[in-house]
């Protein structure tokens, strides 16, 4: 009985920096978790889905973290097969670009569809195969990456469904229905995705919008019932979809922002053997840098709980905490920040942010806070403010989708 053990990860955002600071270290520290975890469980294949790096142009230490990776991983390791795919954050043609190589060494990336000499998608090249400990066959995975409104083709306007998700169903059927003719008995189908499924607990604070703006979920059913897993990237929170257990989310393994900080961040293990998935475990990624999240009615409050933490004065700089505070005040208080700096001085801790909110003055937030730095406002955010000072309300849902599709082709383009 052919048996196959599976790593599933995603959302990596190599190059992230959480306000101001990058987090190199944490992901290397992961990334040799990780491989230690491949030799150890004695991992067959390792499947990442999408979101390799934080951003269009990643800069050079995390490309150097990507490709000192795979390079230990398959030097350990030559058997272990490693399927990459893009994700919206990735540059999709940047990813792909090393592929010849990348394929001579039983890696492959996905970056974009592959499209035949007459134009049109060819769902072959997206297939590759997984082999187990000796050397057979024992699944196939359709490597789909991440799907851009451009990749969905015309629609029928007539039509009374929605043309994003009607699109997305049509390729991954396709797809699919690739992937499947391919595999023999005791062979698993494997699928990926990078999307916002339907019902999807999301990180409002790190995760870009896709899709129209996460407007177009797309249900479970465009996979079908007999894949024995689907490995989704996109969302950081690890959980599963439409109540199937081998349709789910992996998670990020590091917090990308610090409302991320209450949930575990994990990669996947799962196992399949007679083409079934036959066991899957959540493996916790050890938290080299912990986030604290003070919240407090009173200024003295915060002071005073700011005082009582306790940090551990042996660690690396890099492994210093991170801090969020937030206060509740009457009126302003232009001096808070320099009395939390002054509590924190020559502390182990690196203060990210301090948040104020003002109650019982009679000035809104806007009115009586600080000017807002438009670095730390979601694109979003910014065009609702734009259209409020034009218009009564808020734009309407098919605005705002229209805003998210030009803001990706902006940032697909940059």
Known sequence: MRSLRLLHTADWHLGQTLHGIPRDAEH?????????????????????????????????????LFYRFIARAKARHPRLDIVVVAGNHDSASRLEAPSPLMTEMGVRVVGTLPISAGGLFDPSPLVVPLRDADGEIAARCVAMPYLRPSDLGPTDEEDDTDPLV???????????????????????????????????????????????????????????????????GHLHRAQAVGGREAVRYSGSPIPLALDEE?????????????????????????????????????????????????????LARDAWPFLEVTVTLPEPRPA???????????????????????TGSGQTLADGAPPTD????????????????????????????AFHELLTTVQEAA
Not at 265 to 272: G, I, S
Not at 277 to 292: N, S
Not at 338 to 355: F, N, Q, S
């Open 166 to 232: 009607e699109g997305v169903r049509r390729l991954y059927e396709r797809a699919w229905t690739g992937g499947r003719a391919l595999c023999r008995a005791g062979e698993a189908l494997i699928l990926t995705g990078h999307c916002y499924m339907r019902g999807g607990a999301l990180s409002e604070l790190s995760e870009r919008k896709i899709l129209g703006g996460n407007l177009h979920a797309l249900p479970v059913d465009i996979f079908p019932d007999d894949a024995a897993y689907v490995a989704l």
């Open 262 to 314: 209450p949930y575990p961040h994990q990669v996947v293990l799962a196992e399949f053997a007679a083409g079934r998935l036959v066991g899957h475990e959540a493996l916790r990624v050890p938290r080299h840098v912990a986030i604290h999240r003070i919240v407090a009615e009173t200024p003295e409050a915060a002071l005073e709980r700011l005082k009582r933490l306790a940090f551990d004065e042996t």
């Open 336 to 358: 808070l920040r320099d009395e939390v700096e002054a509590v924190l001085a020559g502390r182990p801790v690196r203060l990210l942010k301090l948040v104020v909110r003002l």
């Open 28 to 64: 290397e520290r992961f990334l040799d978790w990780l491989l230690d975890r491949i030799g150890e469980l004695r991992v067959d294949a390792l499947v990442i889905a999408g979101d390799v790096f934080d951003g269009q142009n990643p800069p050079i230490p995390a490309l150097a």
């Open 374 to 401: 438009l670095a730390s406002l979601e694109p979003e955010e910014v065009f609702r403010r734009l259209y409020r000072r034009s218009h009564d309300g808020d734009p309407d849902l098919e605005l705002v989708a």
